[in-house]
């Protein structure tokens, strides 16, 4: 497969075109950035892990029925993908109380939740990513019914294999961001998941191992990456 021209570059990913119209190549960058791109930086060999978790992790979603825009990685950094349309929604769902949420309402970090909390963004950079409703989404016609509709029960799937699974290596998700694409028709997870887009807490310290390290300068960031995708993969 023939690499093309770069169709988009994101804060930490690039894509392109290939010499297949239903496929394009995601490359992971190193570069990091929060708090809608205020702060800015770099985490050594971020890309690299992101890459190996993100294909780890949607490999096992494929195999419990989910499926998701991942085809195989190609080298350390890229991964082939299906060429899909990213809605302009980001999808939060949260187990536990902890950074915007627990900011917004007052709550104490850590908190469980007796059912997760589901939240939709507004993929908008100018605007901030706002958060927005079901009534929002239709209104400014990010989706439709039945797309928004089949969101919502893939990403409870999810949280429960994703749960079931970061719990065996001692991990908690804390929450978590998706994105959704159109494929031929049909709605797919797509983007990716790593320590950019969950809140991953040992179980039992509750040591941060996830982007609030660089978010909130706790140091260990790179290794914190490193320890992530090592539990994965052992
Ligand atoms: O900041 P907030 O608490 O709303 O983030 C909730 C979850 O969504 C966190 O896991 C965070 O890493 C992820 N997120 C993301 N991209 C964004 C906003 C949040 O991956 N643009």
Request: hydrophobic share 40%; aromatic share 8%; with cysteine.
């Amino acid at each position: 497969i023939e690499k093309l021209q770069m169709l988009y570059e994101g804060k930490a990913k690039k894509v392109y075109k290939t010499s297949h119209e239903d496929q394009y190549i995601v490359e992971y960058k190193d570069d990091a950035t929060a708090f809608n791109g205020e702060k800015k930086g770099t985490i050594t060999n971020k890309g690299i892990v992101n890459n190996q978790m993100t294909a780890l992790i949607f490999s096992i979603l494929k195999e419990q029925g989910i499926d998701n825009h991942y085809i195989e990685t190609l080298s350390d950094r890229e991964m082939l993908v299906k060429a899909v349309k990213i809605l302009p929604v980001e999808v939060i769902l949260r187990n536990a109380a902890a950074g915007s949420i627990a900011k917004r309402l007052g709550l104490e970090e850590g908190k469980i939740f007796k059912t997760p909390v589901l939240e939709f963004c507004y993929k908008n950079d100018a605007l901030g990513d706002p958060m927005i409703n079901e009534d929002h989404v239709m209104v400014l016609e990010l989706a439709t019914e039945e797309e928004i509709k089949a969101i919502k029960v893939l990403t409870i799937k999810i949280n429960d294999v994703l749960k079931k699974f970061f719990i065996e290596k001692n991990l908690k998700l804390i929450d978590f961001k998706l994105e959704f694409g159109l494929y031929k028709g049909q709605v797919i997870l797509a983007d990716e998941i790593s320590p950019d887009t969950c809140r991953l807490w040992d179980v039992h310290t509750n040591e941060k191992l996830d982007k609030d390290r660089f978010r909130r300068d706790l140091g260990n960031v790179e290794e914190s990456y490193q320890e992530v995708l090592s539990r994965l993969k052992g």
